[in-house]
């Protein structure tokens, strides 16, 4: 089947770090553009960093900038998203999404993760 699972959440103390994985499973994803997803409690779910198949990242909320980063690992078909310097307002649910055959980051996405937990406390 063609899906995303995704890992890496957890508790982390303010000022901490964590990688997040996202692995294809039925195609390759260093063809596809990810997006990186959260939701934050009583929020509705929103983009916040997005790279395309050249991994070039377009940032969509100034608050992850120099803060996260995407890269990629093509020989485990996974994308991560490292995240340092985090705090509590990073606290959310994180979702991973792909679409392939176009080299900037869409508007729309194929595949979704299902999503993993991030909390941010002392």
């Known amino acids: 089947q063609l899906q995303l699972v995704q890992s890496g959440g957890g508790l982390v103390q303010p000022g901490g770090s964590l990688r997040l994985s996202c692995t294809a499973s039925?195609?390759?994803?260093?063809?596809?553009?990810v997006g990186w997803f959260r939701r934050a409690p009583g929020k509705e779910r929103e983009e916040i960093l997005c790279?395309?198949?050249?991994?070039?990242?377009?940032y969509y909320v100034d608050f992850v900038k120099g803060r996260f980063a995407i890269s990629r690992d093509n020989a485990k078909n996974t994308v991560y998203l490292q995240m340092n310097s985090l705090n509590t307002d990073d606290t959310a649910i994180y979702y991973c999404?792909?679409?392939?055959?176009?080299?900037?980051?869409?508007?729309?996405?194929?595949?979704w993760g299902q999503g993993i937990q991030v909390t941010v406390s002392s």
């Open positions: 790279t395309n198949s050249s991994d070039v990242t377009t």
């Open positions: 039925g195609f390759s994803l260093g063809d596809y553009a």
């Open positions: 999404a792909a679409n392939g055959g176009l080299g900037y980051c869409p508007n729309e996405y194929d595949y």
